[in-house]
């Protein structure tokens, strides 16, 4: 089955600073790649995702490349802010009779003023 | 429109104990799901439905059950309580389970302590 696998598994910057999240996939028949940023004491939310026939993907500070040769993804923030200090979680979709999501270890940002 | 909702917010069992951890969510969604987390683990697959009176097991089943009577709510039933499911339990759901890349939607978790 799929397995993802997500790093650094902790990030400090500076606020102001970019920051570079990168998840490795293995089942190439993946095709969609959520990212969802948790905030303590909170559920997941969707940050941003893109679909395997797309290479990058931008809203606003936020941006997730896509690399399906070496079936990596990576989410990237720029000019970070104090609040996007949070746990950020990657996943893949594979489907198994209906889309299932694997997700990765998880990421803890922390944006320091 | 609340979205997913999930009771109670926190829990503490004894071994053995058995309860329920309640999801409700008011998007008329076919798709629900129940993962847990984990230090160090993510989030991993419980159980699924994809729609009412159909379930099904995810990557860590064992000492949970489910059921689907209605669109609206999926609750997740502990059996017996073993320290082993001292976690973060999270209720999620989207619109079908189907070939639609969708939003998925996240509850706010319980966090549930088994002594």
């Known amino acids: 089955g799929e397995n993802v696998e997500q790093h650094p598994s902790t990030l400090s910057v500076q606020e102001g600073d970019s920051a570079v999240i990168k998840c490795t996939y293995s089942?190439?028949?993946?095709?969609?790649f959520p990212w969802y940023k948790q905030e303590l004491g909170k559920g997941p939310q969707l940050i941003i995702d893109?679909?395997?026939?797309?290479g990058e993907k931008k809203d606003q500070r936020i941006a997730v490349t896509l690399n399906k040769t070496a079936k990596h993804f990576s989410l990237h923030i720029t000019e970070t802010q104090p609040e996007d200090s949070a746990v950020y979680f990657c996943?893949?979709?594979?489907?198994?009779?209906?889309?299932?999501?694997?997700f990765g270890t998880g990421t803890r940002l922390l944006v320091s003023p | 429109n609340a979205g997913v909702t999930q009771t109670p917010k926190f829990q503490v069992l004894k071994t053995g104990q058995s309860m329920t951890l309640q999801c409700a969510q008011d998007?008329?969604?076919?798709?629900m799901s129940w993962y847990r987390q984990d230090p160090g683990m993510g989030l991993r697959l419980i159980h699924y439905?994809?729609?009412?009176?159909?379930?099904d097991q995810g990557e860590v089943p064992n000492g949970y059950n489910v059921s689907r009577s209605t669109t609206e709510d999926f609750p997740l039933r502990l059996l017996s309580a073993a320290p082993s499911q001292t976690s973060v339990y999270f209720c999620?759901?989207?619109?079908?389970?189907?070939?639609?890349?969708?939003?998925?939607?996240f509850g706010p978790g319980t966090r549930l302590l088994v002594l």
């Open positions: 999620a759901s989207r619109l079908s389970g189907g070939g639609i890349l969708e939003t998925q939607y």
């Open positions: 089942d190439s028949a993946s095709n969609y």
């Open positions: 893109i679909r395997s026939n797309v």
């Open positions: 996943a893949a979709s594979t489907w198994t009779g209906f889309q299932k999501l694997v």
């Open positions: 998007m008329n969604h076919e798709y």
């Open positions: 439905s994809v729609g009412a009176g159909i379930t």
